[in-house]
């Protein structure tokens, strides 16, 4: 379990969560960490908060960059990689302590990626759930890659994300973040990888990252109003998909679209609130 791990955090005006979310950082049970701090131009006190931590811990460096957006912030936090995996943390969400020590022994010699679930917290109704905790089944037989992971799209939301997860840094590191994109730009990265990563994803069934719900950025929050978001999502996953989708395949494509019809139905509501 000595296997290093690049911890990538995009920090963008989160003083008032960024304390916790290194201390459950640093404080992990697995040591080996990288830590890439990457300051995408905060106006409040976030970048000095990263450099007093650089004082506290030789494992922590500090990027500083002009806003360009968390995308911008990722993609040049991968540049600065040297482990053996690679994880992404958003700086107003924590982890449990052993969140690391889990996700990497979920890895066998058949793993391409090991994910966890989400305890789910909503700020503003104070109220909190663990979600993705429960079991998915495996890759059918004859069952192809992209069917197996439309399925997952299909079933619940806990492949969406970049976070809750850790990815073998020599895929990672093929990839990048589209900066053109301000809405799923996390869903197409992962979609990328799986795409270049032997094996097979693995499930962690506990609710090792906190995410905390309500701290997003009004441009966040509006971009899932809008249907040509999703409907550019949409179209990304068939291009991913590829020209003659199988039957199978158009079935699942189909259903993770009426997934993201419900979605941004809700997002629509929530937004009235």
Same mark, same amino acid.
């Given at each position: 379990?000595?296997?290093?791990?690049?911890?990538?955090?995009?920090?963008?005006?989160?003083?008032?969560?960024?304390?916790?979310?290194?201390?459950? +950082?640093?404080?992990?049970?697995?040591?080996?960490?990288? +830590? +890439?701090?990457?300051?995408?131009?905060?106006?409040?006190?976030?970048?000095?908060?990263?450099?007093?931590?650089?004082?506290?811990?030789?494992?922590?460096?500090?990027?500083?960059?002009?806003? *360009?957006?968390?995308? *911008?912030?990722?993609?040049?936090?991968?540049? &600065?990689?040297?482990?053996?995996?690679?994880?992404?943390?958003?700086?107003?969400?924590?982890?449990?302590?052993?969140?690391?020590?889990?996700?990497?022994?979920?890895?066998?010699?058949?793993?391409?990626?090991?994910?966890?679930?989400?305890?789910?917290?909503?700020?503003?109704?104070?109220?909190?759930?663990?979600?993705?905790?429960?079991?998915?089944?495996?890759?059918?037989?004859?069952?192809?890659?992209?069917?197996?992971?439309?399925?997952?799209? *299909?079933?619940?939301?806990?492949?969406?994300?970049?976070?809750?997860?850790?990815?073998?840094?020599?895929?990672?590191?093929?990839?990048?973040?589209?900066?053109?994109?301000?809405? *799923?730009?996390?869903?197409?990265?992962?979609?990328?990888?799986?795409?270049?990563?032997?094996?097979?994803?693995?499930?962690?069934?506990?609710?090792?990252?906190?995410?905390?719900?309500?701290?997003?950025?009004?441009?966040?929050?509006?971009?899932?109003?809008?249907?040509?978001?999703?409907?550019?999502?949409?179209?990304?996953?068939?291009?991913?998909?590829?020209?003659?989708?199988?039957?199978?395949?158009?079935?699942?494509?189909?259903?993770?679209?009426?997934?993201?019809?419900? &979605?941004?139905?809700?997002?629509?509501?929530?937004?009235?609130?």
């Amino acid at each position: 379990m000595s296997s290093k791990i690049s911890v990538i955090v995009p920090i963008y005006n989160t003083a008032k969560y960024l304390e916790n979310c290194l201390d459950s +950082i640093v404080n992990q049970t697995h040591k080996e960490l990288e +830590i +890439i701090l990457v300051d995408d131009g905060s106006t409040d006190e976030s970048g000095k908060i990263a450099d007093t931590y650089t004082k506290k811990d030789k494992r922590i460096k500090v990027i500083h960059q002009k806003n *360009a957006g968390q995308s *911008a912030a990722r993609n040049h936090g991968l540049k &600065s990689v040297t482990g053996d995996y690679v994880s992404f943390i958003d700086s107003d969400d924590f982890i449990k302590p052993d969140y690391y020590e889990k996700l990497l022994h979920a890895y066998d010699n058949n793993t391409s990626l090991s994910v966890c679930g989400v305890h789910y917290k909503r700020l503003r109704t104070k109220t909190a759930e663990d979600v993705y905790i429960k079991p998915l089944r495996s890759r059918k037989k004859n069952e192809t890659k992209k069917t197996y992971i439309l399925y997952l799209l *299909a079933i619940d939301g806990r492949m969406y994300s970049s976070v809750n997860k850790l990815y073998q840094a020599k895929f990672a590191k093929e990839c990048h973040f589209d900066e053109s994109l301000n809405f *799923a730009e996390d869903t197409k990265f992962v979609l990328d990888y799986l795409n270049l990563a032997d094996g097979e994803p693995r499930f962690v069934l506990e609710a090792l990252y906190i995410y905390n719900f309500g701290t997003e950025t009004s441009t966040i929050r509006s971009a899932a109003t809008k249907w040509e978001n999703w409907q550019r999502q949409y179209q990304d996953l068939k291009t991913w998909l590829g020209p003659r989708p199988t039957m199978i395949e158009k079935f699942w494509l189909h259903t993770v679209r009426a997934r993201w019809r419900v &979605s941004y139905i809700r997002s629509k509501r929530r937004a009235k609130q």
